[in-house]
């Protein structure tokens, strides 16, 4: 009986998620703007990889804005804000992830008639987020090969939900002794359409495959 009330309660609070992600959607669509929710571990390079990304997009002539969503702290939105992004911070204080309703109040800080692109910045982690799609165009996993080759077997359901799936750090593969092409198989067994782009944002490489498949 308990598990059958917690598991309703479960469903309704998805299910209200979905319905605002959806009005998110309609929102950022309705202006033009292309928006992406970048998932991954704390340390898998999420922001680094918006700053690069970002800094592809203005030589191109688009305006970036984020969201940068973090249990505390402003570290991030500071960086994004020096990358010339314009930035808002979320902070979830206790959440270990964002939701919808979140980013909808967020969202009301952006300026939505100054952007063309605006990125997520999901808090740190493989688990909770895939549940909570916020309304973006796209979903975008990021992990890094620091984290193991063991990945993508271990939080199948993220994956199996990703549109585009980030291999980054791969300067350092031989290192940590990773093979990113393992990697690359298990997500293409899991999620066989989805694009699967290796990257070292560190040194900004491969960073026009990943816009390319961000449909830019
Ligand atoms: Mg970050
Ligand atoms: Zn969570």
Do not use: W
Not at 59 to 75: E, N, P, S
Not at 118 to 127: D, H, R, S
Not at 149 to 164: E, G, N, Q, S, T
Not at 199 to 211: E, I, R, S, Y
């Amino acid at each position: 009986m308990h598990q059958t009330v917690s598991l309703d309660m479960q469903h309704d609070v998805l299910k209200a998620n979905a319905h605002i992600a959806g009005h998110n959607h309609e929102k950022l669509v309705g202006r033009r703007i292309k928006s992406f929710d970048f998932m991954g571990g704390i340390g898998s390079g999420k922001t680094l990889l918006i700053e690069r990304l970002a800094g592809e997009l203005h030589k191109r002539g688009l305006r970036v804005g984020a969201i940068a969503g973090d249990v505390a702290g402003d570290d991030d939105f500071r960086r994004m804000e020096a990358a010339g992004i314009e930035a808002v911070n979320l902070n979830t204080l206790k959440e270990c992830h964002l939701d919808a309703n979140l980013v909808e109040k967020a969202i009301e800080s952006v300026p939505l008639d100054d952007i063309d692109v605006l990125f997520i910045e999901n808090v740190g982690n493989l688990v909770c987020p895939a549940d909570f799609p916020l309304g973006t165009d796209k979903r975008v996993i990021v992990i890094s090969v620091t984290e193991g080759d063991d990945m993508v077997r271990k939080h199948p359901l993220i994956f199996h939900h990703a549109d585009i799936i980030v291999v980054n750090k791969t300067d350092i593969a031989e290192y940590v002794d990773v093979d990113p092409n393992i990697i690359v198989r298990d997500a293409k067994e899991i999620n066989p359409h989805v694009p699967v782009i290796l990257t070292d944002a560190k040194h900004g490489v491969n960073m026009d495959a990943l816009l390319e498949a961000m449909g830019f």
